[in-house]
């Protein structure tokens, strides 16, 4: 049987707060520790009928073992999301390096919208030192990186330009091509602006439409707009228009599940209704 490790220190038995548990807030707090939908951060995704079916637990063993766990503070808990954080989880499982802090930012990326991130917040500049900033804007950091770089190469290979596609520095700076102002007019996130362009350009020398480019701009927008997304949790558009190719699930429209453009939901086939209720799909 393999799987990921964690480390669970030997005084867990000792401490004073898991002595005063019972029995049953014990045992659960040692699975939500090492359950096998957990990650590297100790802030996932955990609805409680997961719970109950990994533990062969009722929903009534299950409610006053886990109010205990809240009051005792071990677990943060958000009702409506079903998203769970250990606070001191980092503490025992600490991120070693920067690969792996950014390996953590995918994993806050994938949550969603939740009332617990001020707490992760906290956890990480308290348990991360050094890598509390990548596991928060991981992405960012990491275009400001290949910036660098790139801006680097650059200087170095002086490419030819292409005023269709390339930026022109002027005396009152950098004029972007007015094709690229079309797709960042629509974007609903203005921040990266220099990496988006990179992006963007590299699509466009392989063939990509810039109509498509714009389509996909203003569908997402819009879906961020009709799910009221918090703009931290909007994609930075070197992530959008970036090689993963995100932006065609927007080319066409807004993607399954999204709200129409007319107020209504796209329809989702009845198999599919617990998967997306639990972010699964």
């Given at each position: 049987m393999s799987g990921r490790y964690v480390r669970i220190a030997t005084k867990f038995w000792t401490d004073e707060k898991v002595r005063q548990l019972s029995e049953d807030a014990r045992m659960l707090y040692m699975y939500i520790l090492t359950s096998p939908h957990s990650n590297m951060l100790g802030y996932f995704m955990l609805p409680k009928p997961y719970i109950q079916y990994d533990m062969q637990w009722s929903a009534e063993r299950l409610d006053k073992p886990f109010r205990e766990l809240l009051d005792k503070g071990l677990i943060k808990y958000d009702?409506?999301?079903?998203?769970?954080?250990?606070?001191?989880?980092?503490?025992?499982?600490?991120?070693?390096?920067?690969?792996?802090?950014?390996?953590?930012?995918?994993?806050?990326?994938?949550?969603?919208?939740?009332?617990?991130?001020?707490?992760?917040?906290?956890?990480?500049?308290?348990?991360?030192?050094?890598?509390?900033?990548?596991?928060?804007?991981?992405?960012?950091?990491?275009?400001?990186?290949?910036?660098?770089?790139?801006?680097?190469?650059?200087?170095?290979?002086?490419?030819?330009?292409?005023?269709?596609?390339?930026?022109?520095?002027?005396?009152?700076?950098?004029?972007?091509?007015?094709e690229f102002e079309k797709v960042w007019k629509h974007y609903p996130r203005k921040v990266k602006k220099k990496a988006a362009w990179r992006k963007w350009k590299a699509r466009r020398k392989e063939g990509v439409e810039n109509e498509d480019l714009i389509a996909a701009a203003k569908n997402y927008a819009l879906d961020c707009q009709e799910n009221k997304t918090e703009e931290k949790f909007i994609q930075h558009g070197s992530t959008f228009f970036g090689p993963d190719e995100h932006y065609v699930d927007y080319i066409k429209g807004l993607p399954r599940g999204s709200p129409g453009t007319n107020g209504e939901p796209n329809e989702i086939p009845e198999a599919d209704k617990l998967e997306n209720k639990y972010h699964l799909i």
């Amino acid at each position: 049987m393999s799987g990921r490790y964690v480390r669970i220190a030997t005084k867990f038995w000792t401490d004073e707060k898991v002595r005063q548990l019972s029995e049953d807030a014990r045992m659960l707090y040692m699975y939500i520790l090492t359950s096998p939908h957990s990650n590297m951060l100790g802030y996932f995704m955990l609805p409680k009928p997961y719970i109950q079916y990994d533990m062969q637990w009722s929903a009534e063993r299950l409610d006053k073992p886990f109010r205990e766990l809240l009051d005792k503070g071990l677990i943060k808990y958000d009702e409506e999301t079903s998203v769970i954080l250990v606070p001191k989880f980092l503490k025992y499982n600490p991120i070693h390096n920067k690969n792996q802090a950014i390996g953590g930012y995918k994993k806050f990326c994938e949550l969603p919208t939740n009332s617990l991130v001020k707490e992760f917040e906290t956890v990480t500049e308290r348990f991360a030192e050094g890598y509390a900033e990548l596991l928060l804007n991981g992405m960012a950091i990491q275009d400001q990186d290949q910036d660098q770089k790139q801006d680097q190469d650059q200087k170095k290979n002086k490419p030819e330009t292409d005023p269709q596609l390339d930026i022109q520095k002027t005396d009152k700076g950098n004029v972007y091509p007015s094709e690229f102002e079309k797709v960042w007019k629509h974007y609903p996130r203005k921040v990266k602006k220099k990496a988006a362009w990179r992006k963007w350009k590299a699509r466009r020398k392989e063939g990509v439409e810039n109509e498509d480019l714009i389509a996909a701009a203003k569908n997402y927008a819009l879906d961020c707009q009709e799910n009221k997304t918090e703009e931290k949790f909007i994609q930075h558009g070197s992530t959008f228009f970036g090689p993963d190719e995100h932006y065609v699930d927007y080319i066409k429209g807004l993607p399954r599940g999204s709200p129409g453009t007319n107020g209504e939901p796209n329809e989702i086939p009845e198999a599919d209704k617990l998967e997306n209720k639990y972010h699964l799909i």
